[in-house]
């Protein structure tokens, strides 16, 4: 007798299934960074390393590139779908 049924196992991901909702690159950044959304209509915000927020966009399909040359150098945040990455610049 097994606790889980099979289809209760369908629902599980495969462990080798990525759960990412978004990709960003280059990594480290120098004066673009691209992100790739899965979803349409997105918000995207990037955050500095103390938390200020630099900027935020919302994202009508599912590629948009931020132009970080004016950033300065250091650990920032992107968050997008309740999903959160980190970068260098």
């Known amino acids: ?3 889980i049924s099979e289809a209760d196992m369908a629902l599980v991901p495969a462990l ?3 759960l990412e ?3 960003i690159y280059p990594n480290p950044a120098d004066t673009k960074l691209h992100i790739s959304l899965s979803t349409e ?3 995207v915000a990037i955050y500095n390393s103390v938390g200020v927020k630099m900027e935020e966009v919302v ?5 948009h590139t931020f132009d970080v040359s004016r ?3 250091g650990l920032y945040i992107v968050k997008a779908n309740n999903s959160v990455m980190k970068f260098v610049k």
């Open 21 to 23: 909702s978004f990709k």
């Open 16 to 18: 080798d299934q990525k």
């Open 59 to 63: 994202v009508p399909g599912t590629q």
């Open 1 to 3: 007798m097994s606790l």
């Open 41 to 43: 209509n997105t918000t």
């Open 71 to 73: 950033y300065t150098k």
